[in-house]
């Protein structure tokens, strides 16, 4: 059991190193949504080897449907949503609305998978977003609320949150490398009509490769074997480690730091984490 808390633990850094490494690719000259296209097409390279080499290209003609549309929503979607909803009302709104997501895989989880919904579920979902709360909205914003903005931040916030059922699901029978081949193609050509592709310098290249091979590829292949180890709605609320990652790697590259409340938020997201762990030995 601890394995799969460890596994899902290491996937939250990995992807912590997703905001410093595509700030490096901005500062280059690329787009989000030019950064999120690369970053997708260079993984399905590695996802395509890797199914390869392993014999594991073949899924049953049924499935193509159930992959395709987690291309769409789970990939195109959650990476399309969550620029809208940066660009719609600012970063740090669309941060908060973003890791609302445990408290929609809980109830999915619930409603779809027989997880059951426990206080200590429920206080360390709430205990969550709170803290990302706090993180998130420690800097301060200057964009408006807006229902856009609020529309967005959410729709990003349920693409997220189908990782976990999707993986509880389709990954139960299938492996990682598989179900990616064919999803990954599929969210790179919704993201495709959204920017214009151009000559960059080598940094930008070198971060989208980064991104790539340790943010996406090397991410989901240890999430999803710690997922196979633990409940979805546990797995969703070790995985907000992320922005205390993507927080210190911002203090150590560009010196970003928290405010007080900042810091108060990252006790809460630590403590809703044991408390998810400890929920387990009870």
């Known amino acids: 059991m601890f394995y799969g808390y460890a596994l899902v633990a290491l996937a939250a850094v990995l992807w912590g190193m997703i905001g410093p490494l595509a700030k490096i690719a901005f500062q280059a000259g690329m787009t989000p949504l030019e950064v999120a296209f690369w970053r997708t097409s260079m993984a399905w390279t590695l996802y395509a080897t890797h199914a390869a080499l392993a014999g594991e290209l073949r899924v049953a003609a ?8 987690f291309g769409v929503v789970g990939i195109g979607g959650l990476f399309v949503s969550y620029v809208l909803a940066v660009r719609a009302g600012g970063a740090a709104l669309a941060s908060v609305l973003l890791y609302t997501a445990p408290a929609w895989v809980a109830l999915l989880a619930w409603k779809f998978l027989g997880e059951s919904f426990t206080p200590i579920k429920a206080g360390a979902v709430i205990a969550t977003m709170a803290g990302v709360a706090c993180v998130s909205l420690s800097g301060g914003s200057d964009a408006p609320l807006t229902f856009a903005a609020v529309a967005w931040g959410l729709a990003s ?3 997220y949150a189908l990782y ?5 699901t389709f990954l ?3 492996a990682t490398p598989t179900a990616f081949f064919y999803a990954l193609p599929v969210g790179a050509a919704c993201m495709l009509p959204f920017f214009t592709p151009g000559p960059r310098p080598w940094q930008a290249w070198a971060a989208c490769a980064a991104l790539s091979a340790l943010s996406t590829y090397g991410a989901y292949m240890v999430y999803y074997a710690g997922l196979r180890r633990i409940e979805a709605s546990r797995a969703a609320v070790v995985a907000t ?8 790697l911002a203090f150590a590259l560009f010196g970003e730091h928290f405010t007080p409340l900042g810091y108060a938020g990252a006790g809460l997201i630590l403590g809703a984490v044991l408390v998810a762990i400890a929920g387990d030995r009870r």
Do not use: T
Request: net charge neutral; aromatic share 8%; hydrophobic share 55%.
């Open 62 to 69: 049924r499935d193509l449907p159930v992959l395709g549309l």
């Open 157 to 159: 916030s349920v693409a």
């Open 164 to 168: 976990y059922i999707f993986g509880k």
């Open 172 to 174: 139960a029978h299938h």
């Open 241 to 248: 480690l992320e922005p205390l990652v993507a927080a210190a």
